[in-house]
T-cell receptor, first 117, second 114 residues
Framework: DAGVIQSPRHEVTEMGQEVTLRCKPI?????LFWYRQTMMRGLELLIY????????DSGMPEDRFSAKMPNASFSTLKIQPSEPRDSAVYFC???????????????FGSGTRLTVV | GQQLNQSPQSMFIQEGEDVSMNCTSS?????WLWYKQDPGEGPVLLIA?????ELTSNGRLTAQFGITRKDSFLNISASIPSDVGIYFC??????????????FGKGTHLIIQP
């Protein structure tokens, strides 16, 4: 299995531009999580999906952030318009219900390092 | 919201030394996990703990789930260069439905001096 695949690995954009981060979860996993990592705040849960349905988006910072999961193999996190304070590493993670209950074995992608200038 | 206090923030040790780090919470978790993150990669699960008082080992790693369910520690024995990285504790609570988002500590940066 290729694991959780995120793209792009690095993104540099200008303030005000739209940014779209992409994630392909592990095949067969029915949970997908988006996390943001910064030096100041550490790893923060932004939103998670179960069977493509958003379950908890209370961690999404503000309306500029949106996430979608149109099918079981793809999710996007969009920031529009982007701001310098959005600079961070964004991680996608996936899990199956059984794994999550028994082992909490979330598998993380390698992350997207976003820099907004 | 829930917060995890992880300490120390960083550790500078000599190869071969033992390492100890811990995590405390203001609220109860029913699962504690320890992850390691290498540079440029996502966190990888090291150890999972499910019962208060549980002591679990994985090679040179040992972790314990505190009796109060508000704390956990991770020990690494006889450190080696590949142990360098950031170690995160994470807690989870279940409402019986299924998966839940994890709450992470801020991490412990482990640096090994030759």
């Amino acid at each position: 299995d290729a694991g959780v695949i995120q793209s792009p690995r690095h993104e540099v954009t200008e303030m005000g531009q739209e940014v779209t981060l992409r994630c392909k979860p592990i095949s067969g996993h029915d949970y997908l999580f988006w996390y943001r990592q910064t030096m100041m705040r550490g790893l923060e849960l932004l939103i998670y999906f179960n069977n493509n349905v958003p379950i908890d988006d209370s961690g999404m910072p503000e309306d500029r952030f949106s996430a979608k999961m149109p099918n079981a193999s793809f999710s996007t996190l969009k920031i529009q318009p982007s701001e310098p304070r959005d600079s961070a590493v964004y991680f996608c993670a996936s899990s199956s219900a059984r794994e999550a209950k028994l082992y909490h074995g979330y598998t993380f992608g390698s992350g997207t390092r976003l820099t907004v200038v | 919201g829930q917060q995890l206090n992880q300490s120390p923030q960083s550790m500078f040790i000599q190869e071969g030394e033992d390492v100890s780090m811990n995590c405390t919470s203001s609220s109860i978790f029913n699962t504690w996990l320890w992850y390691k993150q290498d540079p440029g990669e996502g966190p990888v699960l090291l150890i999972a703990l499910y019962k208060a008082g549980e002591l679990t080992s994985n090679g040179r790693l040992t972790a314990q789930f505190g009796i109060t369910r508000k704390d956990s520690f991770l020990n690494i024995s006889a450190s080696i260069p590949s142990d360098v990285g950031i170690y995160f504790c994470a807690g989870a609570t279940y409402s019986g439905g299924g998966a839940d988002g994890l709450t992470f500590g801020k991490g412990t940066h482990l640096i090994i001096q030759p």
